[in-house]
């Protein structure tokens, strides 16, 4: 059974930045695409950023240039380095990984940001 673990959220001030890490247990995850999705109070979930197991990414319209994703196989790692922090990043992060019918999530780790 595959298990996500979420670290690094917190509070921090406009501007500023964070680094999520993501720690995966229980299978290589090398050859899944994973990400980062986050969820504001009262709206839906909403993907943030994607890898794939080639190291292809992609970023949300409203991330892009601040956010950076990466991933290290060996480690079965994922990261997402959030730099320019707005109040409208704040949201609950979950990292998950997905291949075929498999998805896994994480139980989330909270980003705020304070203006």
């Known amino acids: 059974q595959v298990q996500l673990v979420e670290s690094g959220g917190g509070l921090v001030q406009a501007g500023g930045s964070l680094r999520l890490s993501c720690a995966a247990s229980?299978?290589?995850?090398?050859?899944?695409?994973m990400g980062w999705y986050r969820q504001a109070p009262g709206r839906q979930r909403e993907l943030v950023a994607t890898?794939?197991?080639?190291?292809?990414?992609n970023y949300a319209d409203s991330v892009e240039g601040r956010f950076t994703i990466s991933r290290d196989n060996a480690k079965n790692m994922l990261y997402l380095q959030m730099s320019s922090l707005k109040p409208e990043d704040t949201a609950v992060y979950y990292c998950?990984?997905?291949?075929?019918?498999?998805?896994?999530w994480g139980q989330g780790t909270q980003v705020t940001v304070s203006s």
């Open positions: 229980g299978s290589s995850l090398s050859s899944y695409t």
């Open positions: 998950y990984a997905n291949q075929g019918l498999r998805l896994y």
């Open positions: 890898v794939g197991g080639g190291a292809r990414t």
